[in-house]
């Protein structure tokens, strides 16, 4: 397939809510989008960056860069036949996998549409629709969160995941506990806490809690790993996951007992089936996460979580949990039993909405060989 241009674009996007975690509070986004124009036609991507380096050293500025300055420049003009190669032209590149990512998930949905297939079907998924949570931010009041949970729950959503921090863990989980005892129930910490915590991360066990997600700091496998030995909860790797040998290094390690795979977070779907299939082979369940994508990214996150060993619910919400109109067409819906159709249209599987991309747009530039 002969990439023939590339576009870069960030919208700015207002949540419907702004959604609070350990590292901060977000209420516009910023997502870059990724437009390659293969065989006369577009095809997009979305790069899961933020704006500041919080979540993670990336930021949509560094992914601009990369992507402008190192991965666009090797592709645009050639001639690249499969994910395969297109790893191996960037294979000198260190890091900066977010900015890959949108390359390589923007360039797999074009290779999904060309062979006439739905993008799950490419990657080998056969799923017809994918259990979705959500994910409750943190919030004011206990009782505010009881709120927001039992309307999530009206609306049909099977799993709750619930963002803590220090001085916003034991308290919460056991206020829902009370409200809520049999619901399917998660904690995110985004690395707020250090290993002297143990025997308070050890309070929680007492709330059956599905998992316990990166507790600890990207880098601490070992940490996870002794901590993972004093907790009953199963921790569960999202940050410190970065590829399949951070993956396999977790799982030697005994660091974690589930896998978040964000496809948009290691380097895209290849390497995010390398996970999958490392994960599968140690008896580790993975679950895909979400980075407050539009529905390009959804699109995405939808079409991986239908791969076998995806056997828990993931932050995979309906559009109208993050906007007012979503930029695809049509929108992800919640339906039924807590899940998500998968889209059966050939490629990324939805429209976008190319004029309301038009008007969120606040940067744009096409880069031609
Ligand atoms: O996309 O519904 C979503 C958000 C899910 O909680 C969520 N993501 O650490 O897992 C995580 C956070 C990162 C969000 S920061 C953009
Ligand atoms: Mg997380």
Not at 268 to 294: K, N, Q, Y
Not at 333 to 358: A, H, M, N, S, Y
């Amino acid at each position: 397939m002969k990439i023939e241009a590339a576009e870069l674009r960030i919208l700015k996007m207002r949540l419907l809510k702004p959604f609070r975690t350990s590292f901060g509070e977000q209420q516009d986004r910023f997502p870059l989008l990724l437009r390659l124009e293969i065989d006369g036609r577009s095809h997009w991507g979305e790069c899961v960056a933020g704006e500041g380096p919080w979540y993670s050293s990336e930021t949509v500025e560094t992914a601009w860069l990369m992507l402008k300055d190192y991965l666009l420049p090797l592709v645009i003009g050639e001639d690249v036949p499969d994910v395969g190669a297109l790893e191996r032209t960037y294979a000198a590149i260190r890091g900066h996998r977010m900015a890959k990512a949108a390359l390589e998930m923007t360039f797999t949905a074009a290779l999904a549409e060309r062979s006439h297939k739905s993008l799950a079907a490419f990657l080998g998924g056969s799923r017809e629709r994918v259990e979705t949570g959500v994910s409750v931010g943190i919030q004011p009041t206990i009782d505010g969160t009881l709120e927001i949970i039992g309307r999530h729950l009206a609306e049909g959503y099977r799993r709750i995941k619930v963002k803590i921090e220090p001085g916003w863990d034991v308290q919460l989980v056991g206020g829902i506990r009370e409200r809520y005892p049999e619901i399917s129930l998660m904690a995110d910490a985004n690395s707020a806490y250090d290993l002297e915590d143990a025997p308070h991360l050890a309070e929680l066990d007492r709330f059956g809690l599905l998992m316990l997600e990166q507790p600890l700091s990207p880098g601490d496998l070992v940490d996870h790993a002794a901590l993972q030995r004093r907790l009953r909860t199963p921790i569960c790797l999202d940050e410190s996951i970065e590829s399949a040998r951070d993956a396999r290094h977790a799982l030697e390690l005994g660091a974690c007992r589930v896998i978040n795979i964000k496809p948009g977070r290691v380097g895209g779907f290849a390497e995010s089936r390398r996970i999958h299939d490392l994960a599968e082979a140690g008896g580790v369940p993975v679950w895909c996460g979400g980075m407050l994508e539009t529905g390009i990214g959804r699109a995405c996150n939808v079409a991986l979580a239908t791969l076998p060993n995806f056997r828990l619910p993931g932050d995979i919400s309906a559009s109208d949990r993050y906007w007012q109109e979503d930029i695809v067409d049509p929108p992800f819906v919640l339906q039924k039993g807590g899940t998500i159709p998968v889209p059966l249209r050939w490629g990324l599987g939805v429209r976008v909405k190319t004029d309301l991309v038009e008007r969120l747009t606040v940067r744009q530039e096409l880069i031609r060989a």
